[in-house]
């Protein structure tokens, strides 16, 4: 601080003590006495005092003046401003936890109609399993009724029948009614999910922040500019400049690691893991078949007609299929039983976690309930062409419901071009994107020269909602995010890519040439 006029001390020299200092040098711009100008600054060109005290009054008049009219002014514009960031701060921090609240809210709505439509579909199912019980049991004591009756018949013809009464009773003991046969009941399993914080993350949304500190200098930092050179007039444009922290609960392996590789026995191009660490699979015939880990074959059920594509419902773990004849069917208890019919010839299926069945048909996709009852369908677009073409693989998110679906867009169907793709759709069927196979030209594993055009044959969601696209003649395995955009290739192979398909902990399943198997691990939660 300095010290006020009325106290200045009066300064003398330092070297030569008691002499005042009368003098300024020049060459070293500082106060001398008449003794230094013989010693230390002897040649030196000095000048009185008085001299240059018309400059030192302008320089003291120019700070005055700029510190009054800018400095101060400006410093009074901060010190208001923080007034506004206060004001900004709470309002901002305020609408966050609003809005985190009201997500919250509607995802325990959702969970708990969730949770209602299951408790409905246990409860119906149930009761059907009831009756049927029940009308097993009255079959089974009118059989036992019906044999006691037989077998009083039989007595009496042996006490005192005639010898007719006796041949016409040892004719009807050859005649008797069978046996009921047991109802196949319908089955229902709850896995509960032992880990599923990352799936609540993911669900509530993203959330980005921004550390106290990580921001090195504030708007009144002049060397704090942009790219056209003009200071950024907010904080929340310097956050731009210095970056978000994002939360990462999902890594991508830096490289896939293949954990089984096997031969199937079988051929397959519809791939669906199960719960327990098997996976059923069909191709282009009668039968459907469980194979283990290891590729070893578990159960094979035979079909009257050709499986055209195969489901695993995600509520009830059940295997669903649509086949060459129009049925849509469910696996019970090792045989299939039939739900309902499609007027179209079905090419693809999906049930979905509300437990209903998406079934893709030429020119369009429907939503059925299990009974067959249609809840939704396809409309066309602004073109008067079909959302929906070629349907040739169906697929279900799990964190947003949307739906990505496989189009072969073939033209004899309506397609524009007849170019392959991958359309994503939200839960009433309207377009969000549509993926054409895009890889961008920095990718470090480029396509090698003369690619086949993208031809995605298959394609999964795996738990975090990025989607998985088989490309079959490019021979490899395509990873991009819920929201179309390209993250890796997650592997090349040999062969042809046939199907796709991920387990509960995110192994990848994918078959090439039709009957290598690889379980392929890209990522870590």
Same mark, same amino acid.
């Given at each position: 601080?300095?010290?006020?006029?009325?106290?200045?001390?009066?300064?003398?020299?330092?070297?030569?003590?008691?002499?005042?200092?009368?003098?300024?040098?020049?060459?070293?711009?500082?106060?001398?006495?008449?003794?230094?100008?013989?010693?230390?600054?002897?040649?030196?060109?000095?000048?009185?005092?008085?001299?240059?005290?018309?400059?030192?009054?302008?320089?003291?008049?120019?700070?005055?003046?700029?510190?009054?009219?800018?400095?101060?002014?400006?410093?009074?514009?901060?010190?208001?401003?923080?007034?506004?960031?206060?004001?900004?701060?709470?309002?901002?921090?305020?609408?966050?936890?609003?809005?985190?609240?009201?997500?919250?809210?509607?995802?325990?709505?959702?969970?708990?109609?969730?949770?209602?439509?299951?408790?409905?579909?246990?409860?119906?199912?149930?009761?059907?399993?009831?009756?049927?019980?029940?009308?097993?049991?009255?079959?089974?004591?009118?059989?036992?009724?019906?044999?006691?009756?037989?077998?009083?018949?039989?007595?009496?013809?042996?006490?005192?029948?005639?010898?007719?009464?006796?041949?016409?009773?040892?004719?009807?003991?050859?005649?008797?009614?069978?046996?009921?046969?047991?109802?196949?009941?319908?089955?229902?399993?709850?896995?509960?999910?032992?880990?599923?914080?990352?799936?609540?993350?993911?669900?509530?949304?993203?959330?980005?922040?921004?550390?106290?500190?990580?921001?090195?200098?504030?708007?009144?930092?002049?060397?704090?500019?942009?790219?056209?050179?003009?200071?950024?007039?907010?904080?929340?444009?310097?956050?731009?400049?210095?970056?978000?922290?994002?939360?990462?609960?999902?890594?991508?392996?830096?490289?896939?690691?293949?954990?089984?590789?096997?031969?199937?026995?079988?051929?397959?191009?519809?791939?669906?893991?199960?719960?327990?660490?098997?996976?059923?699979?069909?191709?282009?015939?009668?039968?459907?078949?469980?194979?283990?880990?290891?590729?070893?074959?578990?159960?094979?059920?035979?079909?009257?007609?050709?499986?055209?594509?195969?489901?695993?419902?995600?509520?009830?773990?059940?295997?669903?299929?649509?086949?060459?004849?129009?049925?849509?069917?469910?696996?019970?208890?090792?045989?299939?039983?039939?739900?309902?019919?499609?007027?179209?010839?079905?090419?693809?299926?999906? #049930?979905?976690?509300?437990? /209903? +069945? @998406? =079934?893709?048909?030429? *020119?369009?996709?429907?939503? !059925?309930?299990?009974? &067959?009852?249609?809840?939704?369908?396809?409309?066309?677009?602004?073109?008067?062409?079909?959302?929906?073409?070629?349907?040739?693989?169906?697929?279900?998110?799990?964190?947003?419901?949307?739906?990505?679906?496989?189009?072969?867009?073939?033209?004899?169907?309506?397609? #524009?071009?007849?170019?392959? /793709? +991958? @359309? =994503?759709?939200?839960? *009433?069927?309207?377009?969000? !994107?549509?993926?054409? &196979?895009?890889?961008?030209?920095?990718?470090?594993?480029?396509?090698?020269?003369?690619?086949?055009?993208?031809?995605?044959?298959?394609?999964?969601?795996?738990?975090?909602?990025?989607?998985?696209?088989?490309?079959?003649?490019?021979?490899?395995?395509?990873?991009?995010?819920?929201?179309?955009?390209?993250?890796?290739?997650?592997?090349? *192979?040999?062969?042809?890519?046939?199907?796709?398909?991920?387990?509960?902990?995110?192994?990848?399943?994918?078959?090439?040439?039709?009957?290598?198997?690889?379980?392929?691990?890209?990522?870590?939660?």
């Amino acid at each position: 601080m300095a010290t006020p006029m009325g106290q200045i001390p009066l300064r003398t020299c330092t070297e030569h003590k008691g002499r005042p200092l009368e003098l300024y040098c020049e060459k070293c711009d500082t106060l001398v006495c008449y003794k230094c100008l013989l010693s230390t600054h002897k040649g030196h060109n000095a000048c009185e005092l008085s001299d240059i005290t018309p400059t030192k009054k302008q320089d003291i008049q120019n700070f005055i003046d700029k510190t009054e009219q800018n400095d101060l002014v400006q410093l009074r514009e901060y010190i208001k401003s923080t007034d506004t960031l206060l004001k900004d701060n709470t309002s901002n921090f305020q609408n966050l936890s609003d809005k985190l609240k009201m997500q919250t809210d509607k995802l325990k709505k959702d969970l708990d109609l969730l949770t209602a439509h299951t408790l409905s579909v246990y409860h119906k199912m149930e009761e059907d399993n009831t009756k049927l019980i029940q009308k097993y049991k009255h079959d089974l004591e009118m059989y036992d009724k019906q044999l006691r009756q037989q077998i009083q018949e039989c007595k009496a013809a042996l006490q005192q029948g005639s010898h007719k009464e006796i041949y016409d009773t040892g004719c009807e003991i050859h005649s008797q009614i069978s046996l009921p046969v047991k109802p196949v009941l319908g089955t229902a399993s709850f896995t509960p999910n032992k880990t599923p914080q990352h799936h609540l993350e993911l669900a509530l949304g993203k959330i980005d922040t921004l550390d106290q500190g990580q921001l090195a200098s504030t708007d009144q930092d002049e060397s704090v500019r942009t790219s056209g050179g003009q200071k950024p007039s907010s904080t929340s444009q310097q956050s731009e400049l210095k970056g978000k922290k994002t939360a990462t609960m999902y890594k991508l392996l830096p490289q896939t690691k293949v954990l089984k590789e096997w031969m199937s026995a079988v051929g397959i191009n519809s791939i669906c893991p199960t719960t327990d660490g098997q996976v059923w699979t069909s191709f282009n015939s009668n039968t459907l078949t469980l194979l283990d880990r290891n590729g070893r074959v578990i159960q094979q059920v035979k079909h009257k007609a050709y499986i055209n594509k195969i489901s695993l419902s995600p509520t009830t773990h059940t295997l669903w299929v649509c086949d060459t004849e129009n049925n849509i069917m469910e696996l019970v208890s090792g045989q299939l039983i039939h739900r309902f019919s499609t007027k179209e010839y079905p090419m693809c299926i999906c #049930v979905t976690a509300c437990n /209903h +069945v @998406i =079934v893709g048909m030429t *020119d369009d996709i429907s939503k !059925f309930t299990t009974q &067959g009852h249609m809840v939704l369908i396809t409309s066309v677009t602004g073109t008067g062409k079909p959302l929906v073409c070629t349907p040739w693989r169906i697929s279900e998110c799990p964190v947003t419901h949307n739906v990505a679906v496989v189009d072969w867009n073939n033209q004899y169907d309506g397609g #524009v071009d007849g170019i392959e /793709h +991958v @359309i =994503v759709m939200d839960s *009433d069927f309207k377009e969000l !994107f549509v993926y054409r &196979g895009d890889i961008p030209s920095t990718y470090k594993q480029l396509p090698h020269k003369g690619a086949e055009p993208f031809n995605p044959c298959s394609v999964v969601y795996d738990s975090v909602g990025n989607i998985i696209i088989g490309d079959r003649y490019n021979n490899r395995v395509l990873l991009i995010s819920g929201r179309g955009e390209f993250l890796r290739i997650i592997h090349t *192979d040999r062969y042809n890519t046939m199907a796709v398909g991920v387990d509960r902990e995110d192994v990848l399943w994918a078959v090439f040439g039709g009957c290598n198997v690889k379980l392929l691990q890209y990522s870590s939660v």
